[in-house]
């Protein structure tokens, strides 16, 4: 599943691509992937002008003159692909649909835009979605109501991001990074960089975390994700940007997937274990449990 800087990178690109486009007619192949009714597809889809896209933690929203929304969930193998007459970008799951002639077997969602470009929503393993819905009840999905507040945005503190944890003092670190109600949009990737950043063991509880700490692990999930916004995302295995290129900052990753390697800070070798149920990689020197 994509991370918020995979996300954010293809908000970016698509913005840039279908901004102020008219929809013109659209088709789907499956009702799990495009869970929406004909009556609201031909109301609020069919003429309506494309206004903003826009992010809330790992979802898109592309928003309609309309007053209703496109609300998209790549899951793990979706794809957003722009196909135009002098132009093709896609975004998501590196198989062949982002340069094959589309549609093809993995699309479930096409919608065409009036000067005759395209967009398609594939998806081989047909668990994400595309769903219409009127933009002001966005906020009241239940995935909305329970999702933490954006770690990127510029009014949130390093103080509010430590009362974000003040519930979970007998959780472990990394397992209250990765749920999505107290921090929205953070993966196992930016996880370990961050607590290798911060020098603060994974399986630390909450708890046991000083003030100081709590700063740098702030300041280190910020400046990790960024980079990872301006490479191009992580590509690993899943995604790449709007301009169908592989994102980059793995190649900037400290410990991530860098197990038997020695850690970049203090030449420790690397370990992978496993914490909060996922595949976790630590420097035992830098990462005192």
């Known amino acids: 599943m994509p991370e918020l800087p995979e996300v954010e990178t293809v908000r970016r690109g698509l913005h840039a691509l279908i901004l102020g486009k008219k929809i013109s007619a659209t088709s789907n192949d499956n009702p799990k992937s495009f869970p929406n009714t004909q009556t609201d597809v031909n109301v609020f889809l069919i003429g309506a002008s494309i206004t903003d896209i826009r992010r809330r933690a790992k979802v898109l929203m592309i928003d309609l003159s309309t007053d209703y929304s496109l609300v998209v969930h790549l899951k793990m193998t979706g794809q957003l692909v722009y196909v135009g007459s002098d132009a093709r970008f896609g975004a998501g799951h590196p198989n062949d649909s982002l340069v094959n002639t589309l549609p093809d077997k993995s699309t479930r969602v096409s919608l065409q835009f009036d000067d005759g470009s395209m967009l398609f929503f594939n998806d081989q393993r047909k668990f994400g979605w595309v769903r219409l819905m009127p933009t002001l009840e966005i906020p009241n999905l239940p995935f909305m109501q329970k999702v933490g507040p954006e770690p990127l945005e510029p009014d949130f503190t390093a103080q509010q991001f430590a009362q974000r944890f003040s519930r979970r003092a007998r959780t472990n670190i990394k397992a209250a990074l990765l ?28 708890g046991s975390l000083t003030d100081a700490e709590f700063s740098l692990l702030y300041s280190q999930l910020r400046e990790v994700m960024n980079l990872s916004i301006e490479k191009g995302g992580s590509s690993n295995l899943n995604y790449v940007n709007a301009e169908g290129k592989r994102g980059s900052y793995m190649d900037f990753a400290r410990v991530f997937r860098r197990e038997g390697l020695p850690c970049p800070r203090c030449g420790t070798t690397i370990e992978k274990s496993r914490v909060a149920g996922r595949g976790t990689h630590t420097c035992p020197t830098c990462q005192v449990a």
């Open 179 to 206: 749920d999505q109600s107290v921090i929205a949009g953070v993966g196992n990737i930016y996880a370990d960089e961050a607590l290798w950043g911060a020098r603060v063991h994974p399986q630390r509880l909450v």
